[in-house]
């Protein structure tokens, strides 16, 4: 997990709970030896800040490079995004994803829905929407995985990239996780 700020303690004890070894990153040197990587939920403006401070931003874009699964939930999605509406420094924009901001307004700044997903197998995923942003375009070779029932993108993938507007490890579904582990690319290029 990065852990420059944010809710990576809870995607820490999901993928434990799921029976694997987790460390938080806070030096770019630590990334090396991962086989992937969380970039939590959080505020994407300070995350963003941190990673320009602490000489994060080339090794995060090498480590999408790289074809290991990389996935940013919520303020990790807009750091993932190459185009943000409202962020006023530059992320790791390496998804062909375009991304708004506090999206979904004041008086629904959090909430819950049942999504179907592709790469998810079983009944709809809960998902938890905070202070959320959407993904308002998706271009090859991202695509969209999972839209609410408006047709609001709120998941895309890109090879090994996973970017999802919520927050599945708010909830006690790991179907997320499960699939964000097996999308590594080995032959690298991250497409
Ligand atoms: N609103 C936050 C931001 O733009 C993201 C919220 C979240 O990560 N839950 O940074």
């Avoid at 320009?52 to 919520?74: D, I, M, V, Y």
């Avoid at 991202?142 to 990239?161: C, E, F, H, P, Y």
Wanted: charged share 20%; aromatic share 6%; hydrophobic share 40%.
């Amino acid at each position: 997990m990065l852990a420059l700020q944010g809710d990576f303690r809870e995607h820490r004890e999901m993928l434990e709970e799921m029976g694997h070894a987790t460390f938080e990153i806070r030096k770019p040197s630590q990334l090396e030896g991962l086989d992937a990587l969380i970039i939590p939920g959080g505020e994407s403006t300070t995350i963003a800040r941190l990673i320009l401070s602490n000489g994060f931003q080339a090794p995060l874009r090498a480590f999408c490079a790289s074809g290991r699964p990389t996935w940013g939930t919520c303020a990790g999605a807009i750091l993932l995004a190459r185009h943000v509406d409202r962020l006023d420094r530059p992320g790791i924009e390496t998804m062909n994803i375009s991304v708004q901001r506090n999206a979904f307004g004041r008086q629904v700044d959090s909430f819950e829905a049942d999504l179907e997903v592709d790469g998810v197998d079983g009944p709809p995923f809960r998902a938890v929407f905070i202070r959320a942003p959407l993904i308002l375009s998706v271009s090859y070779p991202a695509r969209a995985i999972s839209t609410l029932a408006d047709g609001t993108i709120v998941a895309a993938r890109q090879g090994n990239l996973l970017a999802t507007s919520f927050h599945p490890e708010l909830t006690h579904d790991n179907r997320l996780h499960a699939l964000f582990l097996t999308i590594g690319d080995t032959r690298g290029g991250g497409k």
